[in-house]
């Protein structure tokens, strides 16, 4: 089910943020989507195996989201904040290169393993969480 979910997501958001046109990266981009949502079904299921009450589960889930989302703004480099790499008078031009802006930003992007180790990443961090629910459901 996640990944008929997960597919029909990242076609309809490929297409909005207009990405390079290429089924690899399309591949690449519904990849991550796909291991994002099942690290989050992990967690989920992880909580629930830990805490009997579906109601308290519900605003422990919630919570564990809400406060991943509220602090993974202290990751962001604030030098990086200002996004001025586009001209401001409405164009769809950029005078930079995707490239050029994160080798400004200090983002590796030199080999195919960057991109890959942080999707290993979060592969290991679900393949966790569900043995940690096998664990505690035995």
Same mark, same amino acid.
């Given at each position: 089910?996640?990944?008929?979910?997960?597919?029909?997501?990242?076609?309809?958001?490929?297409?909005?943020?207009?990405?390079?046109?290429?089924?690899?990266?399309?591949?690449?981009?519904?990849?991550?989507?796909?291991?994002?949502?099942?690290?989050?079904?992990?967690?989920?299921?992880?909580?629930?195996?830990? &805490? %009997?009450?579906?109601?308290?589960?519900?605003?422990?889930?919630? *919570?564990? +989201? $809400?406060?991943? /989302? =509220? !602090?993974?703004? @202290?990751?962001?480099?604030?030098?990086?904040?200002?996004?001025?790499?586009?001209?401001?008078?409405?164009?769809?031009?950029?005078?930079?290169?995707?490239?050029?802006?994160?080798?400004?930003?200090? &983002? %590796?992007?030199?080999?195919?393993?960057?991109?890959?180790?942080? *999707?290993? +990443? $979060?592969?290991? /961090? =679900? !393949?966790?969480? @569900?043995?940690?629910?096998?664990?505690?459901?035995?």
């Amino acid at each position: 089910m996640r990944v008929i979910a997960s597919f029909i997501f990242a076609i309809f958001a490929y297409r909005l943020t207009d990405f390079q046109r290429s089924i690899n990266r399309f591949l690449i981009f519904f990849l991550t989507i796909f291991i994002n949502s099942i690290f989050g079904s992990a967690v989920c299921f992880f909580i629930s195996a830990c &805490i %009997p009450v579906f109601a308290v589960v519900l605003t422990a889930v919630i *919570l564990c +989201f $809400i406060m991943m /989302m =509220a !602090l993974s703004d @202290f990751l962001v480099d604030l030098e990086n904040i200002n996004l001025t790499f586009c001209l401001s008078n409405n164009t769809h031009i950029c005078p930079m290169t995707g490239e050029k802006v994160l080798t400004e930003r200090n &983002i %590796p992007h030199n080999t195919n393993w960057d991109i890959w180790k942080n *999707l290993l +990443f $979060i592969s290991i /961090m =679900a !393949l966790v969480f @569900f043995i940690m629910t096998y664990i505690r459901l035995l």
